[in-house]
């Protein structure tokens, strides 16, 4: 009787051996995976985060030291000899690889849809983009066809639109008609009134080739059936484009989806930038300032407002998803030679076809297939540059009024001149 009695409290306290050694195992396993994962969640950043510490970190002030560094700018970084070579070289890698560039927004909306484009976080640890999109405006999608925007509505809105353009011509009329009256006041306030009723009649003047605009093209049945159905579908688009809803009936919303589409880029581009920015951000602990991605053609015309340096060929680089340029306007010159002798191997290797410009950016173009057009290649695409041309971003040497006559009548084009690209 006592062996079987034995042999339970043996099982007993085995059991209960056990049942501790279990609840150890899984509290102190439990404790150090919570020990372990607490630091890692600790290092995640937002975006914001990231882009907020890398605008510090670009504009932080390098140091009087600095100054005792050369800057040495590879030839590679250089113009070559006839200056339309450089932007023959993208030309060629556009047929070569019979690249469709991108006309407006819509197009680079069905790009990205498409994955030919891919859209980038504003910052990570190795790089932020700096200025991208500024020029991103709030106002309604338009179609680019034949230099000309043409805006899309849906048939509410274009019946709206119509009306604005009537009720604001007619109230435009009546103030003009009230400044008229003014004539027997005295000069001077006829002065005043003369040069408001020619800003009013200048108001009409842009409402009329509007009407114009919309005339042509939602006055034919099939071209407006066509503008209607593209503006339904970007709106369908737009509410889960990336991830993210835009509502494009409303100014915030439309520059919000604007501004996400300008930082997209060919994967095959951001993987040249994720390995310059790799092997910047490791030497300095910096984000590597990218300051322009995509630039669909109708984009690359406003910008050209502000940006003399914005291409305006058939095909600019930018409106392709190869170009990209890099910031060194913060950068200490040990940063610039560490970047551009970077970008010097990347040409060496036939990846990439770059430019020192002098508005402190490098620009950067990228082969799709790593490898560069024939020289053949190049040659016939020198045609479509044109002729090469001044540099429009930086003054003379000897300001204007300070040459004298026999200089002014030579007009000697400054050396240091460069082409747009």
Request: aromatic share 8%; net charge positive.
């Amino acid at each position: 009787m006592k062996q079987p009695v034995r042999r339970y409290v043996v099982l007993i306290l085995a059991s209960a051996a056990f049942g501790v050694a279990v609840w150890a195992a899984l509290h102190f396993t439990a404790r150090n995976w919570h020990q372990t994962a607490n630091p890692v969640a600790a290092n995640i950043r937002s975006t914001d985060e990231l882009w907020a510490e890398g605008i510090e970190k670009v504009k932080a002030d390098r140091g009087a030291e600095e100054q005792k560094v050369a800057l040495v700018i590879p030839t590679q970084l250089q113009h070559y000899e006839d200056r339309r070579w450089f932007l023959a070289t993208q030309v060629a890698e556009v047929h070569k690889q019979n690249i469709q560039s991108c006309q407006d927004f819509i197009d680079l909306a069905a790009m990205i849809v498409h994955g030919e484009f891919k859209t980038i976080p504003a910052a990570t640890d190795s790089y932020i983009l700096f200025g991208v999109g500024a020029k991103a405006n709030d106002e309604a999608f338009t179609r680019y066809q034949d230099d000309q925007d043409i805006p899309l509505y849906s048939e509410t809105q274009l019946r709206d639109r119509y009306a604005e353009i009537e009720t604001t011509g007619a109230r435009l009329q009546k103030e003009i008609a009230e400044l008229n009256s003014r004539s027997s006041a005295p000069k001077k306030s006829r002065s005043g009134a003369a040069k408001e009723i020619a800003g009013r009649q200048q108001q009409i003047q842009a409402l009329d080739e509007s009407k114009t605009l919309l005339d042509q093209f939602y006055g034919q049945p099939v071209r407006r059936e066509k503008l209607f159905t593209e503006y339904e579908s970007l709106k369908t688009l737009a509410r889960n484009f990336g991830g993210r809803s835009f509502d494009i009936d409303n100014p915030a919303g439309r520059e919000a989806m604007k501004l996400s589409m300008l930082r997209s880029i060919r994967p095959e581009t951001f993987k040249v930038i994720e390995e310059i920015a790799a092997h910047y951000h490791a030497a300095f602990d910096r984000p590597l300032p990218v300051s322009s991605l995509v630039r669909p053609e109708q984009y690359q015309h406003v910008l050209r407002r502000v940006n003399r340096a914005a291409t305006l060929i058939d095909t600019p680089p930018h409106s392709t998803g190869l170009a990209f340029d890099i910031d060194y306007r913060y950068m200490s010159v040990s940063e610039q030679n560490f970047v551009m002798n970077e970008l010097a191997r990347l040409k060496d290797e036939g990846r990439i076809e770059v430019l020192r410009e002098r508005n402190a950016n490098y620009h950067v173009f990228v082969f799709l297939d790593g490898t560069r057009p024939s020289d053949v290649l190049i040659t016939a695409s020198l045609d479509e540059v044109g002729p090469p041309l001044k540099e429009a971003n930086h003054a003379e040497s000897i300001p204007a009024k300070l040459r004298s006559k026999s200089q002014q009548k030579k007009k000697v084009a400054n050396p240091r001149a460069r082409h747009r690209r």
